[in-house]
């Protein structure tokens, strides 16, 4: 056995003398390997011949996997495997049941709708009765005791699609209940803008008044609905308009402090000075309500109870 030094190791003094024993070309049996000697650029060499080895050996491997199409037989044992994979398929997905066959049954008979179910159909947006009702040949403007129609709750409400089929079937437009209120007061009560278009589009009053001289204008003041306000003026109310106390829809605005609503009836022209029956203007009924406030805070500045 040979002992070598380190610096002999390092050197390669050794390897170099073995290599002299057996030859030049004759490589030593029981050498230490070569490959840490060799330079930057043969290593790579090395590391790119070794790949290009791997690539040719998966690209025969992908050409042996695949099957050449070259004679009849081929390309029968090519639909022969396919038809074993597909009965593997179906093996392994168990099959489904069939499902029960669904019989419709006829759907039950409605019962005859009276006059009060029909109103009551309206307000609930219950089409079916509504149907029910006209195709039985109901009266699309029958009323209750306070002569409320059913186009009178549907608009309330908001139904859009029972108003479209009440007036479709009929159903006057401008019908007045006990307070001859049409059903444009009630659209603006409810403050239903789509409603209104609606049945303003049908050829209802914009200006209709019922038994207190109120236009559907003093209506959407007072419940506060802005949209249906300004699309009444668009569509030609009249914004100076009084009811039987001689208030206009400016007044109604200032007494119930609708902000948006007076800035609304003064931009489309509405009149500071039209005096009520208690000769009140908007600006003075504004000023008096002022008053009531300052008043009644006043009153309580020193009570017990009041922080200040």
């Known amino acids: ?29 029981g050498g230490w390997p070569m490959d840490w000697r060799l330079g930057p650029q043969e290593a790579v060499a090395r590391e790119k011949l070794k790949s290009e080895e791997e690539k040719k050996k998966k690209l025969e491997r992908f050409t042996s996997s695949r099957l050449t199409l070259e004679t009849l037989a081929d390309l029968e044992d090519l639909v022969q495997r396919r038809k074993e994979k597909r009965l593997r398929l179906r ?3 168990p099959p489904r049941e069939p499902e029960p066959k669904v019989t419709l049954q006829p759907q039950a008979q409605l019962e ?7 109103l009551k159909a309206a307000a609930e947006n219950q089409e079916a009765l509504i149907d029910k009702y006209l195709t039985d040949g109901g009266d699309p403007n029958a009323h209750d005791k306070l002569h409320r129609t059913a186009l009178h ?5 908001g139904h859009i699609q029972l108003v479209n089929k009440l007036l ?17 007061f009630w659209a603006c009560r409810g403050g239903h803008l789509d409603i209104l278009k609606l049945l303003l589009n049908q050829g209802a009053q ?14 959407a003041v007072r419940t506060g609905h802005s949209n249906c306000l300004e699309h009444l003026i668009e569509c030609g109310a009249h914004v100076d308009a009084q009811d039987k106390e001689g208030d206009t829809a400016l007044h109604e605005a200032v007494r119930h402090g609708h902000y948006k609503a007076m800035k609304l ?9 039209v005096q009520n029956v208690a000769s009140m203007t908007p600006v003075q009924l504004a000023r008096d309500w002022q008053r009531g406030i300052q ?7 020193g009570h017990p109870r009041t922080r200040c």
């Open 168 to 184: 479709a079937a009929g159903a006057t437009v401008d019908a007045r209940d006990l307070l001859d209120r049409t059903p444009v």
């Open 112 to 118: 005859p709708v009276d006059l009060e179910t029909f």
């Open 206 to 219: 914009v200006n209709a008044r019922d038994k207190i001289w109120s236009t559907p204008l003093h209506v």
């Open 91 to 93: 093996r392994r997905v």
């Open 265 to 273: 009836l003064l931009l489309y022209g509405a009149k500071l000075g």
């Open 1 to 29: 056995m040979d002992f070598i030094s380190i610096q002999q190791l390092v050197s390669g003094e050794r390897g170099e003398r073995k290599a002299s024993r057996f030859g030049p070309e004759v490589p030593d049996p």
């Open 295 to 301: 008043e009644a805070l006043q009153a309580h500045i």
């Open 153 to 157: 709750w549907a608009c309330l409400k």
